[in-house]
């Protein structure tokens, strides 16, 4: 059982309005990823990280910004929502290693109004 | 580059039909192959993987067997259950993806009873 872990569940809020969706992972996994998730199922991975005091943008441009101070969390903000940033968001962390597992939250599902 | 293609959805059975989800991949290298499920309201969870050519992976009844010569890695099961209704992503990674996944676009599957 993976032990990561998204707050909020579900989040309502208007337009112009600054949030931050929580990751937290208690695995000691370095590498921490966000992706968005349509409607139609499609993922998309919009921020990556290998480790502390890194991060990268991944292969969909996003507005939203990310950290990593720490290597158990993995926010990711939205300076000021809009409709358009509706959509489902997924926090996932894997080891690392070749294999490259990886474990996901259980997402948050964003409504901007 | 680096892509996978997966069999178009939505996929409707009566329970206890056999299934089968196409997966194709095109990469350099030797990739990893996973098999993600994603139930109604939560993130993804590893179903199985397989790290190199003609290995297996299984878990619940599912299997699926990596097959470089054709590039494919398709997902079975014998016998589904109404249980089994879910969204299947098949992945593709490796130590050339610098630990990120490749997904395909997602098979919705609906078991009716």
């Known amino acids: 059982e993976a032990d990561i872990y998204q707050t909020p569940r579900y989040l309502v809020i208007g337009t112009g309005k600054k949030i931050t969706l929580e990751c937290s992972q208690t695995?000691?996994?370095?590498?921490m990823y966000w992706y968005q998730q349509d409607p139609g199922m499609e993922l998309h991975l919009i921020h990556y990280s290998y480790g502390v005091n890194s991060t990268e943008k991944g292969d969909l441009s996003s507005e939203s910004t990310v950290s990593r101070i720490r290597t158990e969390h993995f926010p990711l903000t939205l300076e000021s929502a809009r409709p358009s940033h509706t959509s489902q968001y997924l926090c996932?962390?894997?080891?690392?290693?070749?294999?490259?597992?990886?474990?996901f939250g259980p997402g948050t599902r964003l409504t901007v109004l | 580059g680096n892509s996978v293609t997966q069999m178009e959805g939505p996929v409707t059975l009566s329970e206890e039909a056999f299934l089968t989800i196409n997966c194709t991949y095109t990469a350099t290298g030797y990739p990893s192959l996973f098999w993600y499920v994603q139930y109604p309201g939560e993130g993804l969870q590893l179903l199985l993987k397989?790290?190199?050519?003609?290995d297996k992976g299984s878990n619940k009844g599912f299997e699926a067997t990596y097959r470089k010569e054709t590039t494919s890695f398709h997902l079975e099961k014998g016998s589904v259950q109404v249980s089994d209704s879910a969204v299947y992503f098949c992945a593709l990674g490796g130590y050339n993806q610098g630990g990120k996944l490749i997904f395909g676009q997602g098979t919705e599957l609906s078991v009716k009873p």
């Open positions: 695995m000691g996994h370095d590498k």
């Open positions: 397989a790290t190199k050519a003609d």
């Open positions: 996932a962390s894997s080891r690392g290693d070749g294999t490259d597992t990886q474990y």
